[in-house]
């Protein structure tokens, strides 16, 4: 991660973020090298840091999170209820399988990952990351909204061809209303979809103009928001390849408010396996829905 010039708090916030992924300690070289920081600015920040207890100077002089961000924790709580079991049932699923596992927040306008258990980073997936709302990104957040909601949000989209990709749009909701999740396929293969998806999912963090950001949020699409398999693909028995198995924790208002998504990334998966997934994400997903006051839709 590199910093264009910023304001002194963009730079604290890197450090800490910096420190959050490497739990076993940066020497201050190698923080100061990550955030493109002269050693001597690095230096008064981890000072003020270390006053307040957020960081802690190892015995080898490397650096790593204090237990002072543990203040931090109550607030944190308070504004996320749900992190707590959500925490378990992630850790569940990646017992269960072995898969990473990662719960996303749906906000008004994005939709951002806020835990990650497993191994997630390799595909560019972590706490932080987040992609528009727009068509097709936002399908499974969109997918129980009225008439009139959806049809807004498919008039957002960038198409050229706005009433084809549409109805083929309505139909994808409508099969995962049907099915009470989506099963995400696979463009190529596994290593190059991870390493296409990785490289995506950074440079859509980044402030790009608006014509680009388009452009990459289009291949993200390609690669993983537009191969959702249908109900009557599903119902077959045979193998199909599967990148992500994506399912929403309901609100009151009985609309999705999170979304808890099994990385499968496998190139064959057989219908006895892709049915306890369901299973045992959709119970996940129950779960946390009953702890918000939420429940499924009656259709």
């Given at each position: 991660?590199?910093?264009a010039?910023?304001?002194?708090?963009?730079?604290?916030?890197?450090?800490?973020?910096?420190?959050a992924?490497?739990?076993?300690?940066?020497?201050?070289?190698?923080?100061?090298?990550?955030?493109n920081?002269?050693?001597?600015?690095?230096s008064?920040?981890?000072?003020?840091?270390?006053?307040?207890?957020?960081?802690?100077?190892l015995?080898d002089?490397?650096?790593?999170?204090?237990?002072?961000?543990?203040?931090?924790?109550?607030g944190?709580?308070?504004?996320f209820?749900?992190l707590?079991?959500?925490?378990?049932?992630l850790n569940?699923?990646?017992?269960?399988?072995?898969?990473?596992?990662?719960?996303a927040?749906?906000?008004?306008?994005?939709?951002?990952?806020?835990?990650?258990?497993?191994?997630?980073?390799?595909?560019?997936?972590a706490?932080?990351?987040?992609?528009?709302?727009?068509?097709?990104h936002?399908?499974?957040?969109?997918?129980?909204?009225?008439?009139?909601?959806?049809?807004?949000?498919?008039n957002?989209?960038?198409?050229?061809?706005?009433?084809?990709?549409?109805?083929?749009?309505?139909?994808?909701?409508?099969?995962?209303?049907?099915?009470?999740?989506?099963?995400?396929?696979i463009?190529?293969?596994?290593?190059?979809?991870?390493?296409?998806?990785?490289?995506?999912?950074?440079?859509?963090?980044?402030?790009?103009?608006k014509?680009?950001?388009?452009?990459?949020?289009?291949q993200?699409?390609?690669?993983?928001?537009?191969?959702?398999?249908?109900?009557?693909?599903?119902?077959?028995?045979e193998?199909?390849g599967?990148?992500?198995?994506?399912?929403?924790?309901?609100?009151?208002e009985?609309?999705?408010?999170?979304l808890?998504s099994?990385h499968?990334?496998?190139?064959?998966?057989?219908?006895?396996?892709?049915?306890?997934?369901?299973?045992?994400?959709?119970?996940?997903?129950?779960?946390?829905?009953?702890?918000?006051?939420?429940?499924?839709?009656?259709s």
């Amino acid at each position: 991660m590199s910093l264009a010039p910023s304001p002194p708090t963009s730079r604290v916030i890197a450090i800490l973020e910096t420190l959050a992924t490497t739990p076993e300690g940066l020497s201050a070289v190698e923080i100061a090298r990550r955030l493109n920081l002269s050693t001597s600015t690095l230096s008064l920040i981890l000072m003020t840091l270390r006053e307040q207890n957020y960081v802690e100077r190892l015995d080898d002089r490397s650096y790593r999170l204090g237990f002072g961000v543990l203040r931090l924790l109550n607030g944190v709580a308070r504004s996320f209820p749900l992190l707590g079991i959500a925490n378990d049932e992630l850790n569940r699923l990646h017992a269960k399988f072995g898969f990473g596992c990662t719960l996303a927040r749906i906000n008004a306008d994005r939709q951002e990952v806020i835990l990650a258990v497993g191994s997630t980073q390799s595909f560019g997936i972590a706490p932080g990351v987040s992609v528009p709302l727009q068509p097709p990104h936002g399908t499974i957040a969109m997918a129980w909204r009225s008439n009139e909601d959806i049809e807004r949000w498919l008039n957002s989209a960038w198409w050229h061809d706005p009433n084809l990709r549409g109805k083929h749009q309505k139909k994808v909701m409508f099969d995962i209303r049907k099915i009470g999740l989506a099963v995400h396929g696979i463009q190529n293969n596994v290593n190059e979809t991870i390493n296409q998806l990785r490289e995506l999912l950074t440079s859509v963090q980044a402030e790009n103009p608006k014509d680009i950001l388009r452009t990459k949020l289009d291949q993200l699409a390609d690669i993983v928001g537009t191969r959702i398999y249908s109900a009557d693909e599903l119902s077959t028995r045979e193998c199909l390849g599967v990148s992500h198995i994506i399912a929403p924790v309901f609100g009151p208002e009985k609309q999705p408010r999170y979304l808890i998504s099994l990385h499968v990334m496998q190139d064959e998966v057989s219908a006895d396996d892709l049915q306890q997934y369901y299973e045992e994400l959709l119970a996940s997903t129950k779960v946390l829905s009953k702890q918000i006051g939420g429940s499924l839709p009656v259709s």
